[in-house]
């Protein structure tokens, strides 16, 4: 897992961007707290603060997407080999202008770098505000919950 994660301002991860204190999704918030990981959020219209991947999908969309584009699937698993094979060949491509290749990229400079993942999965929660009614009950998707005041 990465130490620091920087996601574009998108409403799933920051709920109102702020330069010096961005306030975050708290189930977003609370995965990067389970993984270790801290949060810093892009600033609006800064693209230099935007990771490399933004090229790195657009590659990874021409090279393997692409070429699927005109086959038939029948089932999940078969299309998930298909791109397996696909990013295998994609990461073992050698560069153009540099030595190697993604893959050994990775092992040398990320691969090192990354914390291994807790033992514990992280278990998704949805945070929702709710109004106490009168009658001391809450409302979420249509059923009610009583509340101790």
């Known amino acids: 897992m990465a130490r620091i994660i920087v996601p574009d301002n998108t409403k799933t991860a920051v709920s109102s961007p702020c330069r010096y204190e961005p306030d975050l999704n708290p189930t977003y918030q609370e995965m990067a707290a389970h993984y270790g990981a801290v ?27 692409a070429r699927l584009r005109d086959r038939q699937f029948f089932g999940l698993a078969s299309l998930n080999e298909a791109i397996r094979e696909g990013l295998r060949e994609l990461n073992a491509r050698p560069f153009q202008k540099l030595e190697g290749c993604r893959r050994t990229l990775f092992e040398t400079l990320d691969k090192p ?37």
């Open 39 to 65: 949060v810093i959020p892009a600033r609006p219209r800064k693209p230099r603060d935007k990771a490399k991947v933004e090229t790195g999908t657009q590659v990874a969309e021409r090279w393997i997407l």
């Open 113 to 149: 770098a990354l914390l291994p993942l807790p033992p514990v999965r992280y278990e998704f929660a949805v945070w929702k505000k709710a109004r106490v009614n009168i009658d001391c009950h809450i409302e979420v998707e249509h059923n009610y919950y009583s509340v101790c005041i």
